[in-house]
Structure formats: C-alpha cells, structure tokens
C-alpha cells in the first residue's frame, strides 16, 4: 500500500488549496478513504471522509462548508478542495485508509494558511 499525498502550500486567509492523495497497491474502489490533519501540538483528528464509490461523505464541522472530500477511482485519487481557508487551518494533511485490523497512511503534505 502507497499513499502519496501533494497539494500543499502557503495561502493567504480566505484562499483555496487542493489536495490530492494518490493511491496504489490496493484495490481503491473497494474501501473508505479519510483526511486527517495535525496542528503542532495538538492531536490528529479526522476532516473528510469518502465511501467507496464516492455516494457518501462526511465531515468535521470545523470544515464543512468549507472543505469537500471527493475521489476518481479510475485514476486511485482522492482530493480535499479546500476553500475559505484559515490560520486555524494550519496543520500537516494525511490521507488514510483502513483495510482490515491495519491502519495506513500517506506522509502528510503541509498546509499554512498566514497572511
């Protein structure tokens, strides 16, 4: 399993980023797909969620509104469009994927959103 996140960047208050999460190893149609985020010092915590053809989705609601999680399972990517953004946005973006008893997850891309 390889999860490679990009997108990430310096924004200004009130810009949009998108992040992708590019998947291999693993049949992506079949399974949930997640964005989590992690601000220095504080605990990661879940942003996005995907069903496995893309029918459902859900989201913290620090973010909704805001964020929407999508996915093209012809070409094994998920996306967080990310609109509106704030300083509180700022953290290290992580796309996971659980299959089975085992957790797994992409190396993060960072996002700072300042002025």
């Known amino acids: 399993v390889q999860l490679v996140e990009s997108g990430g960047g310096l924004v200004q208050p009130g810009g949009s980023l998108r992040l992708s999460c590019a998947a291999s190893g693993f049949t992506f149609s079949s399974y949930v797909m997640s964005w989590y985020r992690q601000a220095p010092g504080k605990e990661r915590e879940l942003v996005a969620g995907?069903?496995?053809?893309?029918?459902?989705?859900n989201y913290a609601d620090s973010v909704k509104g805001r964020f929407t999680i999508s996915r093209d399972n012809d070409k094994n990517t998920v996306y967080l469009q990310m609109n509106s953004l704030k300083p509180e946005d700022t953290a290290v973006y992580y796309c996971?994927?659980?299959?089975?008893?085992?957790?797994?997850w992409g190396q993060g891309t960072q996002v700072t959103v300042s002025s």
């Open positions: 995907i069903t496995s053809v893309g029918s459902i989705t």
């Open positions: 996971k994927l659980i299959r089975g008893p085992y957790d797994y």
